[in-house]
């Protein structure tokens, strides 16, 4: 199996541009996401690495192949890179058979009819999809369909299998269904799978590291808790994670290396990072994840109540601190009256602090307030 290489791989149309000097390594058999907003870049850096978009210069390399080089002038064809492609809408032909679909492909590479049947019969068995061998597209529910999809892209047996935000047609009880299926697929083909998707959810339970794209510049490529609970940055903390991490304004004094004092609507706190910090500029912004705010009658900080979200196994309550709406997640259900007064405490060594100019993270450490309103 392949391991697939980016070199400062840009594309550029006129004066936009697409993706800015992407460089990244995708290991033998992982499974990559690249996740972001919209427009970000993510589609079109799959696209280049399948040939089916050229690259405005850099190079890409898969395995001990150079399938693109811009100072080479070398361009491998989409047939020539030995990937699979999954499509958003499928594309299944309707006029044929599941069989027939899936078969089609392997036709085309000249396969024997012996080696088709056999191979077809195993995908179907793969996918849990025999009993469909027989039934046109139109007959299959969208789930079913997508696995058609699937064994259709896994027949001819790629190296690499691009799916770009495959799951995005399904209900959401189905989206969760399938995964499952995917993450297990992964592991029982042992392929490498590099899937687009603009859901943080399906990037963090599906990958075994997460490439996040921001208008086409990497921002940080990590294991998805690498990514939950250190955040390269401001842009990375606020799109991973649901409900959102919570961003404090704070000024702050380097007291010594393992203390830092901050000050917050009023609230005086001694931070104690997990690393010595040398310097820090005057102005932060402390980023705290909901679960990190745990509510409590004893609890050294008070809000009001601005609203509360119960969803049966957890709560998400939305504390009204002076005017800036923070969340806190409970476990279990709860509810309290709009404006009710809440006590809550900041806990736990995730707390992280980020530089409010640069907006990179400066380190992670643990809260404890001194000084309360």
Known sequence: MPRIVLENVSKRWGNFVGVDHLNMVIEDREFITLLGPSGCGKTTTLRMIAGLETPTEGRITIGDQVVFDSEQHINVSPAKRDIGFLFQNYALWPHMTVYKNIAFGLENLKWSKADIEARVQEVLQMLKIEEFRDRYPAELSGGQ????????????????????????NL?????????????????????????????????????????????????????????YNRPANLFVADFVGNPTMNFIPATAKLEDPKKIRLNFFGIEAEYTPEV???????????????????????????????????????????????????????????DYKVDEEIKFDIVGKGIILFDKETKKQICLGSVKVVNSK
């Open 145 to 168: 369909q997508q696995r058609v999809a699937i064994a259709r892209t896994l027949a001819p047996k790629p190296k690499v299998l691009f799916m770009d935000e495959p799951l995005s």
């Open 276 to 334: 010595e910090v040398e310097e820090i500029g005057k102005e932060v912004v402390i980023g705290i994840r909901p679960e990190f705010l745990p509510i409590s009658p004893k609890g050294a900080i008070k809000g009001l109540a601005y609203s509360t979200l119960p969803a049966g196994m957890e709560t998400t309550v939305k504390i009204n601190l002076d005017g800036d709406i923070l969340s806190s997640v409970v476990f279990g259900s709860i």
């Open 171 to 227: 209900d959401a009880k189905l989206r969760g269904e399938m995964r499952t299926e995917l993450k297990r697929l992964h592991s029982d083909t042992n392929s490498t799978f590099v899937y687009v998707t603009h859901d943080q959810l399906e990037a963090m339970t599906l990958a075994t590291r997460v490439c996040l794209i921001e208008k086409g510049v990497l921002q940080q490529y990590d294991a998805p808790l690498t990514v």
